[in-house]
């Protein structure tokens, strides 16, 4: 059964780093596009970033545009978020989730979730 | 805010029918396919319909989803106690070449 699993959440200061990683299996992970999605306390969900299965074509969200990078390491099974600048408005939980796309795309499958706190 | 609106919070009886409206635009809900998710506290999201009005296996039809022009509608029927959660639309943005999610409704039964 497909099974994904973030790691590497946790406290950071305002302008520090954090990488995200996100633990693939159950299927053939290059095959699809990969999504991170976050929820900031109390809020709801706002998609932030989507990779290609070969790791070619990127996107973001606006509000981390230039300082979050997605990447992708398909012989490890993994995705990463590297973020950069983070600001207090990055505090969220972080999902990773399979892009499934049929007539249009959509989210099937969502890992547990990472938290992510930046505060000082 | 979010680019999709939807009502804050919707409730009824168990037994009766919630209706829960999301509304966009012409560059998302207007030309591209929505989603459904329900987020019970604590947990990630569960995909509910996708395609407009399609369901995964093991999705119970009580749910069900539509679209007309730039808003789609989740239905829910028969509501249960257990149906009490967060329920967000999501579609693609073509202007914005990302993701959009609707702003979340929470569904209460009384």
């Known amino acids: 059964q497909v099974q994904l699993v973030e790691s590497g959440g946790g406290l950071v200061k305002p302008g520090g780093s954090l990488r995200l990683s996100c633990a693939a299996s159950?299927?053939?992970?290059?095959?699809?596009?990969m999504t991170w999605v976050r929820q900031a306390p109390g809020k709801g969900l706002e998609w932030v970033s989507d990779?290609?299965?070969?790791?070619?074509?990127?996107r973001y969200a606006d509000s981390v545009k230039g300082r979050f990078s997605i990447s992708r390491d398909n012989a490890r099974n993994s995705l990463y978020l590297q973020m950069n600048s983070l600001r207090a408005e990055d505090t969220a939980v972080y999902y990773c989730?399979?892009?499934?796309?049929?007539?249009?795309?959509?989210?099937?499958?969502w890992g547990q979730g990472t938290t992510v706190t930046v505060s000082s | 805010q979010s680019v999709l609106t939807q009502p804050p919070s919707v409730s009824a009886a168990p037994g009766q029918k919630v209706t829960i409206s999301c509304s966009g635009s012409?560059?998302?809900?207007?030309?591209?396919?929505v989603s459904w998710y329900q987020q019970l506290p604590g947990t990630a999201p569960k995909l509910l319909t996708y395609?407009?009005?399609k369901r995964p296996s093991g999705i119970p039809d009580r749910f069900s989803g539509s679209k007309s022009g730039t808003s789609a509608t989740l239905d829910i029927t028969g509501l249960q106690t257990g149906d009490e959660a967060d329920y967000y639309c999501?579609?693609?943005?073509?202007?914005?070449?990302?993701?959009?999610f609707g702003s979340g409704t929470k569904v209460t039964a009384l």
């Open positions: 159950g299927f053939t992970f290059s095959d699809y596009y």
């Open positions: 989730a399979r892009a499934d796309y049929s007539s249009g795309t959509y989210y099937h499958h």
């Open positions: 012409s560059s998302n809900i207007g030309n591209n396919y």
């Open positions: 395609d407009n009005n």
């Open positions: 999501g579609t693609w943005d073509t202007s914005l070449s990302a993701g959009v």
């Open positions: 990779l290609s299965g070969g790791g070619t074509y990127t």
